[in-house]
């Protein structure tokens, strides 16, 4: 989570975002977002802009391509490439202007200008998002949280109060807003949805346990802890497995592993 003197380094960062660009016209042209920036190259610009954030806190300047490629997790290669679809090439010898860097980055995501979020569903997950305050520091203000339970609604989460779920297209409408969290159990997220879509949002952060359905144009991303969770835990065996050799028989299990004659009669149980 990050603390206020990271909301207050990034708001000093965005001061000196029009110097470096002034500073830098004759040296690069500027283009602005490009409509054919591939996805996996979008993916991986938020985690650039991270690296970027930590360099500029640590009072770096300029960064060479290997460096901040180390910093992400990626090969330089790659990231000259995904920098490159957004006219940045940095200077030979020199490295990348952290600033300027975290200018295009930033204008690249749309993150120049403040986006009104409105979370439905206001338990544990929905909490903790809502009290998160690196969201404010990257541009996205917690507009308003929404909530079916009367016995909630009215409470004061992160200095908002919880609205009845049926204000949403008021909410929406009243605030402007463009992004739409979903943080509701499974049975009720396609009807949160189809409202907030209906009411005009056209991005969705769904955190239920559900894949949504929405109409061409609306952009929904899905994070799912617990299929991240198991994807871990499938590298995990892989690894133990890899470590530990097979006893005589064969037989050998994963410590604390559960076997498909112990598993499948549980599944069959629950059905």
Known sequence: MHSNAMSSGASDQAGSYGRAEANRGAEAEITGPADGIPEATVARLPIYLRALYGLAERGISTVASEELAAAAGVNSAKLRKDLSHLGSYGIRGVGYDVDYLVYQVSRT????????????????????????????????????????????????????????????????????????????????AQAVCDRFVSAGVTSILNFAPLVL?????????????????????FHAQRRSAAARPADAAGNAETPGARSTARVIPQLAAKG
């Open 109 to 188: 995501l749309g993150l120049t200008q403040d986006w009104p979020v409105v979370i439905v569903g206001a338990g544990n997950l929905g909490r903790a998002l809502a009290n998160y305050g690196g969201f404010l520091s990257r541009g996205f203000t917690i507009a308003a949280m929404l909530d079916s339970d009367t016995a909630i609604v009215g409470s004061r989460i992160a200095r908002l109060t919880v609205r009845h779920v049926d204000e949403l297209e008021a909410v929406v409408a009243r605030h402007n807003v463009a992004i739409g969290v979903i943080a509701t159990p499974a049975g009720s």
């Open 213 to 233: 359905s929405v109409p061409e144009g609306v952009d929904v991303r899905k994070v799912d802890l617990s299929i991240e969770l198991q994807i871990l835990a």
